[in-house]
């Protein structure tokens, strides 16, 4: 329904000015019924269409502008180069600018990508993978999690994928689409952190430990994901990698899952167990882990739905983590 309002703003501009013209120059066309306005009347009634017309739209452009979050608008970054610092050759990589909103895979999964809005093709980036909850498409993941300004200031490329039903097949299709922006952009694939929430988490986490996807990320910070610590019994521990579980105390539909998930993880990194210390984000940090990969677990108290909103948290333990591969 709202698109078709411009159409009726501009429509009603048009009929407005043209009956200010008739008014002026031949009122006497204009008619209603058997009476014939005078004038002045045609002209009154002219100006006041135009007049609601151009506020009805000016308050349509503003009502969109705001409806696009300032968290979701690619910032410049600051970029600083040594000798360390990967490269590319530009050359070869076709990706755009800013967002380029319709990639897709072979299996037919869209996805988005966004890059700093100064984006060096030369540079080789980390890459901040976020999965979908369910039911939900890459726009609106971005939306929930709100995560591009920050990332891409950070100097990240930032990426939003639908969401699929899981499956250990979608996964792994789920889990080539890092390799496929790093096809278009200027990737450093030892710097692919993989976060998401609910479905989108489930995602991150079983990538980082299945035996055909764990070589991916080189850190994760999965937001309410459906694993419990039961299912994780199956599964043999990858390579230490850095960790940080968000889950709500008050999630309902995976009640204690990221307490479990997190109980696993530091048993994988091969943490202290004395008890994790408490951060000022009100998170838990494990000691003496291997490798120093950082194990960490961010409680929250919202519903299920919500996305816990330690995106700060998030960027800053992504741009701390290490490769470990």
Sequence with gaps: ?????????????????????????????????????????????????????????QSAGKNNAEAVKPGNVVSETLYTVS??????????KSGLIGASDDEKTSAGIYYMVKTPANY??????????????????????????????????????????????????????????????????????????LTGHSDGGTTAMAIAFLNGTKHIPAAIAPSAMGIRGEDLKAYRCPNPLPVMVMHSGQD???????????????????????????????????????????????????PHTTWPGYNKTIIDFFKGSQDVH
């Excluded at 998170?283 to 120093?292: H, L, R």
Aim: hydrophobic share 40%.
């Design 252 to 302: 309902v539909q995976f009640p204690g899952y990221g307490k479990e998930a997190i109980q696993w993880w530091a048993a994988c990194n091969g943490c202290e167990a004395t008890p994790p210390v408490k951060d000022a984000n009100g998170c838990v940090t494990y000691k003496g882990c291997k490798n120093k990969v950082t194990t960490r677990y961010c409680e929250g108290t919202g």
């Design 83 to 92: 000798t360390d610092t990967r490269q590319c050759d530009s050359k070869t």
């Design 120 to 193: 060096n093709a030369t540079i080789a980036h980390p890459l901040l993978m976020v999965y979908a909850p369910a039911r939900t498409n890459r726009h609106e993941s971005e939306k929930l999690v709100s995560l591009t300004q920050e990332a891409t200031a950070a100097g990240f490329i930032v990426a939003y994928a639908d969401h699929r039903a899981m499956s250990p097949d979608t996964i792994e299709k789920l889990a080539e689409i890092p390799g496929l922006i790093e096809q278009k952009w200027c990737v450093d694939h030892k710097r692919i952190f």
């Design 1 to 57: 329904m709202n698109a078709l309002f411009p159409t009726i703003f501009i429509g009603m501009t048009v009929l407005s000015v043209v009956l200010l013209m008739v008014g002026i120059v031949k009122p006497e066309r204009i008619g209603i019924g058997h009476k014939q306005p005078g004038r002045p009347t045609i002209i009154a009634v002219a100006v006041s269409l135009l007049v609601i017309s151009l506020a009805a739209m």
